[in-house]
């Protein structure tokens, strides 16, 4: 994809500012050591107030080198930004930006994948001093994270794993999946769907798999007919995969749907209750997923998942730790589940449960 064009040039900046480029390019580079303060800030403000960009980097990131306050960088995986990033990535920067903030760190968002270059990116972490790592949020392309892996500071990758690459810190997908089949199997649910996305690099199937695991271990499978991996894990793909159950008839609804997030469960939720069907009298839906979604409207949803803010806060403790040693051994870290029964599900046509949280 290519980079989305400037707004202004280095060469322009020098024009207007009456400095020469290769002086304008020192100080957009970083390299500003033994240079007058106000004409360091002169440029840098006249460059941020022109949209200029170096090769899609956030300019924050040269600009912080004049605040004496360690960084952290993190990275949204394509094709997020920070105006549509999903609810496990807000939560997941919320929870590092409160751990690190409590030892004086600041984050700065660095861009999204699409619209950096790796080699560049690696080059001003490289050469940002007060930069301590990079974390990358959600599953990258592969010649991306391998440009990125070759810095010299730590690198975690958060909800994706790269064996061998970086650092990880990753929800216990199978634990979740576990809970909330014992859990609907303890309800009497015998027969079970799933609502799912193929959207991304692989991770997202590894949700179904847990759930085909945690079923066999129960002499169980997903209902035939009943099973959806969609183009897009959001609320109108939940949406769809319910039309397409009832137009098979109300006959062959399963009991208990689970779902690979809370906004795929929202729309199935929605699109029963257009129908006439009640959740969970009708059809239980659970979800892996433990973010906002699931409580802030009603029914609020059972669900299982690691706390997205725990992924956050171990993956900003982990580049802390790494900055501080030279060992250069790679972590992952699987965080563990819990399982949050609300009032999406219930016994077979029986009432609501009582909400009840269990920890893992």
Request: hydrophobic share 45%; glycine share 8%; with cysteine.
């Amino acid at each position: 994809m290519p980079l989305p064009s400037r707004s202004i040039s280095q060469q322009q900046i020098a024009n207007d500012l009456g400095y020469s480029q290769s002086f304008v390019s020192r100080v957009l580079n970083g390299q500003h050591a033994g240079l007058p303060e106000e004409t360091v800030q002169r440029i840098w403000t006249y460059a941020r107030e022109h949209g200029y960009r170096p090769r899609g980097i956030n300019l924050d990131l040269l600009v912080a080198d004049s605040v004496a306050t360690p960084l952290v960088g993190f990275v949204l995986r394509s094709p997020l930004r920070l105006v549509n990033e999903s609810s496990v990535f807000a939560h997941a920067r919320q929870g590092m930006h409160d751990y690190l903030y409590q030892r004086n760190i600041r984050t700065v968002y660095l861009g999204a994948e699409a619209e950096i270059d790796a080699a560049a990116l690696v080059a001003s972490v490289e050469r940002h001093q007060l930069m301590l790592g990079l974390a990358l949020m959600g599953e990258v392309q592969p010649g991306f994270i391998s440009g990125v892996a070759a810095c010299r500071k730590p690198v975690v990758m958060v909800s994706a794993r790269y064996p061998g690459l970086c650092h990880s810190v990753v929800s216990n997908l199978r634990q979740a999946a576990t809970l909330l089949v014992d859990h609907l199997h303890q309800l009497g649910h015998r027969r079970f769907g799933w609502i799912g996305s193929v959207h991304g690099l692989g991770r997202m199937l590894l949700h179904k798999e847990a759930v085909v695991q945690a079923l066999a271990a129960r002499g169980l499978q997903l209902a035939a007919g009943c099973q959806f991996d969609l183009p897009e894990a959001d609320r109108r793909h939940g949406q769809l995969a319910v039309a397409q159950l009832l137009r098979a008839g109300r006959a062959h609804l399963p009991t208990a749907l689970i779902c690979h997030n809370a906004m795929l469960a929202r729309g199935a939720i929605n699109h029963l209750f257009q129908h006439g069907l009640t959740v969970p009298g009708d059809v239980s839906v659970a979800a892996i997923d433990m973010t906002q979604v699931c409580t802030e409207e009603s029914p609020q949803i059972t669900s299982a998942a690691a706390r997205p803010e725990a992924l956050g806060a171990r993956a900003a403790e982990l580049i802390i730790a790494c900055a501080e040693k030279r060992d250069r051994s790679l972590c992952e870290l699987i965080l563990p589940s819990e399982l949050a029964v609300r009032e999406s599900t219930a016994a077979v046509r029986a009432a609501v449960a009582a909400p009840l949280l269990v920890s893992s």
